[in-house]
DNA sequence: TATTTTCGTCTACAGTTGTAACCATAAATG
DNA sequence: CATTTATGGTTACAACTGTAGACGAAAATA
């Protein structure tokens, strides 16, 4: 698979990102004047920072006469799922629905989201199970943890 | 506040932590053979993730005999939100919804955690604005992004 | 008692991250 | 042309992480 690891970006990292997917590419000066209306790093931080996303591959450069285009080679929507659900496999199974209940609640929602989101519900209420079971401990530990 | 930052837990951390919580304290024998059930980490290893989580005051110990007994600091709903918190809190706030959109259909949910998360939607839907800003460009930045 | 096991402490070391200075070269401007 | 500016490249450095060996004292066991 090629799948570049998304998860592999630091918070920091991260932010760039933010500001490449949304513009779909952009020069370092841009980046680095957008950024630092945000945070209070310096020009050199943020190159840094791009560089490394460069050597992790998540993004790539286009030269542009003496200056770089930089272009995210991974989505915003793929990546920012694959870290949640990365973090949500982390968490322990039982509790996982409390934390997104306390989620949602906290988030604000469009209309047409919370549309998909009865919807699916509303299907998932036909299966669901009374409850689900605690995975902290090894496999093949009987505990009714928490 | 006294509060402690769950979220400077590392992720190797982490997995000791859902040991501790789950047993609501343990020894350190214990939790390396637990541990070790799990993962392939070394007697040392473990012993180091723990100290650090002592110094990070995670974790704090009572005597017992010869030995330590490791408790909790920090409550694990309480540090799981404030890990899925901030991750949010990085996200394009115009995305989240489809975020929480696939988290949501993959997870594993009980009848009643599904009926919670309905009320929050019902109620949701009362003043759900039609559409949420895309906030990933410096404020001030007429950006419709995306 | 001599030996082995159990625990805790100290030390180590490479890789990642946050943060940044400094340098060179090409381009723009005075 | 001399100087300032823009851009990319190189180097740095401390803190945090993953991973683990080694040392020492106390306890259990042979």
């Not at 285009?69 to 929507?77: L, S």
């Not at 998932?124 to 401990?137: G, Y």
Request: glycine content about 4%; aromatic content about 4%; hydrophobic content about 35%.
């Amino acid at each position: 698979m090629t799948a570049i690891d998304a998860t592999k970006m630091s918070p920091a990292e991260w932010e760039l990102m933010r500001i490449i997917w949304t513009k779909n590419g952009a020069s370092s000066s841009e980046v680095i004047k957008l950024m630092q209306q945000k945070r209070t790093w310096t020009e050199s931080t943020i190159k840094t920072l791009l560089r490394r996303l460069v050597n992790k591959k998540i993004l790539k450069t286009v030269k542009d006469g003496r200056k770089f285009i930089y272009h995210p080679t991974v989505g915003e929507k793929e990546a920012m799922n694959e870290n949640v659900t990365e973090l949500f496999d982390h968490l322990c199974n039982m509790k996982k629905g409390k934390i997104v209940i306390e989620l949602l609640s906290k988030l604000e929602l469009s209309r047409s989201d919370i549309k998909e989101l009865q919807k699916i519900l509303e299907r998932k209420s036909k299966t669901a199970p009374e409850m689900v079971k605690c995975d902290c401990l090894p496999a093949g530990m009987k505990n009714e943890c928490c």
